[in-house]
């Protein structure tokens, strides 16, 4: 594992894409393929699942390094994360520093020693993880944490990991992430399998690249003629590729991933398709008529199985808004107005949950202006502007596709609890609670994360730490003063939340300093927007 | 025989302050650093180095009487003598012998070797007044020789950038130089703030790599330059077309505070006591009772305490943002 300790540093010590990318290829290219596999599986952000409470190995890593707990909280207040502070106390108490032991390989390591704790005892992991720590460098043994604990991550994206790959391997992104997809389990078999040459097998599933839309900045009118555009609801779902080629379909996210198999409700979608097809739009909750909240979707896909109950409380639709390949042939050169047609006579009547995003009907701006207003009373985050004209391009090039979406909600709340944020935020207090109040108590309903510049980041830190009322582990009660201004897309009951309120996407827009605790909004004032959010609201728990 | 005052560590034997925090009659300087050397004292005693490095900074007219190391001098009913702390050129602990017996305030040190400065001498004594900049568990340096090779592999593999490297001026970047000329001759750019401070250490002995002012260079693709923190983000350094930024500091033994303050590389090279060097030397003082300042002494009190040492914080309350220097 040293040398994957070695590519975690290189990987940690530039920000470079560039960089990024020739410290992983030449790590395949060294590595023998066993432990490049696992190399692989963690950074493409795969996942072991946690073997050893984190609390455990706290409490062992004190043991061996001869530190009191309280003495290991105060240092975990510093570092921020639990792996790292137990790897630093283990480091620092090291009687002498000798060259330390050829450790472990990285796969022998995960499946000959990690994977059997699954079924060892409390003792049995205990001894294990002591001896395996006389072995490794400070590195290694931060790595071991954040293996035994589940929380291996490094700091690249899946999309940068499958590209290094593709380039150690000579083959395009796409045929590697094609072969990743499904139940790829790491071995020095299956690595060798995703680097072999050849390209045709990636061929039939391969998706074409998304246009996205850039945000609406300025009024409508600054585009020209209303006629020269096509107005769509914004759906609030999964973008997604439907692939309909070689008797088979595929179901792609826009993250490139393949999801298919997460949605065989849709088997009848793809079904009816002709061969040949490739279809662009969203996955929604679509019950009756409309479309249900993104937080039942969500809820569908946070699901290991999809039992029948799911699938009958989040039926999905495929809601189809442009066709980029029809009979086999690329149309994505086309104007929009061509596609439109040719998209209208391919969904028509051949599944109720294939969909057409229809036309949102509208003489002038200002009329459809009026009509973006009830957007949320449709459960639609607002509209979609797209040029008649215009070929469906790649990436997210402006001028030919706009969404316009709603208002945020706003409300004013107070800071009550934080705690400190991950990564480079570990040392700061950035993971933020806040509470609005009902009847004379405040009472949480937001946690926010984002929102506040640099210098109110420090600011605030500071502030968190002088005015901390009482602890509880890492989260601290401050003093009810500071008031906020939070946006966040939607707003539903739940039964899951004190409150009984869940809000979406809640970020940070301002901090009021103007307002003082009192002047922050009511849980009766929430409730009114949930009230006037309509259906979006009916958030079945 | 030292106790809290508003304008920080007083004597009142003397009477005389330590590191006063704002302008007294008469103060000892432990070392240079401007949170402990503070404009306006009307009279300093410190080491004939320190003050060199004081003149430069608060200007030739200060009032400064010099005290060699191990030299004794009688102050009101006390008698004074600095020993060397490690912590920098000219850096001094003060040891103070008077009727409640022997008091040491150990003012910064640290106790790996430093090719600048003359290295810790442990002192024997009733009471000490240890530094606790970085005084958890969690810290312990490096030998700055495997730093130094860390950095000069950086420095070469930015064949095509410039390595800006940020440090403090006084003191860090001089070891810096020092430890690099153990690996390599090349010269190093070196900020306006660096260069005075490198030329009175180098007046006193010390062997450093040659350095360069930053001038009307066009480029400084492949070369190393030193730069203090508060350079970052000024225009000085539209000049530097392509490079790579690195920190050093303790500090950065903390994976997150490098990727906070957004460097592309971290050294960890202090020259603060780290957890194992603040205990030993607790030990060799054979101290009956430990007062601690900065950083995290509250958690170093209650350590000892546990142990059942005699301990007590002293001084400000407020942990500094980042011990490294000035």
Redo the contacts between chains.
């Keep these: 594992m040293r040398r994957f300790a070695q590519l975690y540093d290189a990987l ?4 470079s894409t560039n960089a990024k990318v020739a410290a992983m290829q030449s790590y395949f290219a060294e590595a023998p393929p066993a432990d490049a596999a696992w190399a692989l599986f963690f950074l493409t952000g795969r996942r072991l699942k946690r073997l050893i409470a984190p609390r455990l190995l706290a409490v062992w890593g004190c043991e061996r ?1 001869q ?2 707990g ?2 290991a909280e ?2 975990f207040s ?4 639990l792996a ?2 137990v790897a ?2 283990m ?4 009687t002498e520093r000798r060259a330390h032991a050829e450790p472990p390989s990285l796969a022998s390591l995960i499946e000959g020693t990690l994977l059997p704790l699954r079924e060892a005892d409390e003792d049995e992991k205990r001894r294990v993880v002591m001896t395996l720590w006389d072995s490794l460098e400070r590195r290694e043994m931060y790595l071991l944490a954040k293996l035994l604990t589940g929380e291996m991550r490094v700091g690249v994206s899946e999309t940068l990991g499958i590209r290094a790959l593709a380039q150690h391997a000579g083959l395009p992104p796409a045929t590697v992430a094609h072969r990743l997809m499904g139940s790829w389990e790491p071995s020095a078999a299956s690595f060798a399998a995703l680097v072999r040459p050849g390209v045709s097998d990636a061929d039939v599933s391969r998706p074409y690249p998304f246009f996205l839309a850039s945000p609406l900045e300025e009024e409508p009118e600054a585009l020209g003629d209303r006629a020269g555009w096509l107005a769509e609801w914004k759906w609030d779902g999964i973008r997604a590729q439907i692939v309909r080629r070689g008797g088979g379909a595929f179901l792609w996210s826009r993250g490139e991933e393949l999801i298919t198999d997460r949605f065989t409700d849709l088997s009848g979608v793809w079904a009816a398709l002709p061969e040949g097809t490739v279809l662009d739009g969203e996955v929604l909750a679509f019950s009756g008529d409309a479309p249900m909240p993104f937080s039942v979707l969500q809820r569908r896909i946070g699901r290991q199985k999809l039992t029948p109950r799911i699938l009958e409380e989040a039926p999905a639709a495929f809601m189809a808004y442009d066709v980029l390949e029809h009979e086999g042939r690329d149309d994505r050169e086309l104007p929009l107005r061509e596609r439109r047609a040719l998209l209208e006579r391919l969904v028509a009547g051949r599944s109720s949950r294939l969909l057409l995003s229809g036309s949102v009907e509208a003489a002038s701006w200002e009329e459809l202006s009026v009509l973006r207003r009830g957007s949320r009373e449709r459960g639609v985050e607002g509209l979609m502007l797209k040029r008649w004209d215009s070929p469906y391009r790649v990436g997210r090039p402006r001028g030919d596709w706009w969404k316009w979406k709603i208002d945020p909600y706003s409300i004013d709340a107070v800071l009550v609890y934080a705690q400190p944020g991950h ?6 207090m950035t993971d933020l609670t806040f509470a609005v109040w009902s009847a004379g108590e405040l009472v949480p309903v937001a946690k926010a994360y984002s929102g506040l510049t640099d210098e109110e980041i420090d600011e605030l830190d500071r502030w968190i730490r002088q005015n901390t009322i009482e602890r509880f582990g890492p989260v601290r009660a401050v003093k009810p003063v500071h008031v906020f201004e939070l946006h966040f897309e939607g707003i539903a009951e739940s039964s899951r939340h004190k409150s009984g309120i869940a809000v979406r996407f809640p970020r940070i827009s301002r901090w009021r300093t103007d307002k003082t605790p009192e002047q922050a909004d009511t849980i009766e004032s929430l409730r009114a927007l949930i009230k006037s959010a309509g259906r979006e609201g009916r958030d079945r728990g | 025989m030292i106790v809290d005052s508003p304008q920080g560590l007083f004597c009142p034997g003397g009477p005389f302050h330590l590191d006063p925090l704002g302008p007294v009659q008469r103060a000892v300087i432990t070392h240079a650093h401007g949170d402990h050397a503070r404009a306006g004292n009307a009279a300093i005693l410190c080491t004939p180095q320190t003050a060199a490095l004081v003149k430069r900074r608060l200007g030739e007219g200060t009032v400064i009487e010099i005290l060699e190391y191990g030299e004794r001098r009688r102050i009101g009913e006390v008698t004074v003598s600095l020993h060397p702390a490690g912590h920098m050129l000219g850096s001094a602990q003060v040891r103070i012998e008077g009727p409640a017996g022997v008091w040491v305030l150990s003012g910064d040190y640290k106790r790996e070797p430093d090719p600048t400065c003359a290295p810790f001498e442990p002192l024997r004594c009733d009471v000490f007044v240890t530094e606790a900049s970085y005084a ?5 340096w490096d030998s700055a020789a495997s730093v130094a090779a860390e950095i000069a592999s950086w420095w070469q593999g930015n064949a095509r950038k410039a390595s800006l490297l940020f440090c403090y001026a006084l003191g860090k970047a001089q070891r810096l130089l020092a430890e690099l000329a153990r690996v390599t001759e090349r010269p190093v750019f070196v900020h306006g703030a660096v260069e005075p401070f490198a030329e009175i250490y180098r007046a006193a002995g010390v062997r450093m790599l040659p350095t360069r002012l930053i001038g009307e260079e066009r480029s400084f693709a492949g070369e190393l330059v030193l730069a203090p923190i508060t350079a970052r983000g000024t225009p000085w350094m539209k000049r530097f077309r392509a490079f790579e930024s690195g920190f050093a500091s303790g500090l950065l ?5 490098r ?2 303050r ?1 460097f ?2 971290g050294f960890v090279i202090s020259d603060h006591a ?3 060097g603040v205990l030993k030397t607790i030990r060799e003082t054979g101290a009956q009772r430990v007062l601690a300042m900065h950083g ?1 002494r509250d ?1 170093l009190v ?2 000892l305490r ?1 142990a059942g040492v005699d301990a007590a914080p002293i001084g400000l309350a407020a942990p500094p943002l980042d011990p490294e220097g000035d």
């Excluded at chain 2, 958890?136 to 312990?140: A, E, N, S």
């Design positions: 940690d010590a530039t920000t390094a530190v009191p309280w003495m105060e240092c510093l570092v921020g994360d790292e502070t630093l106390m480091d620092t108490a090291r990564g480079r935020r570990a040392t700061l | 958890l568990p969690i810290f312990r033994r903390i994976r997150g505070t990727r906070r957004g592309d590389r780290d957890w194992p995290h958690a209650r350590w546990e």
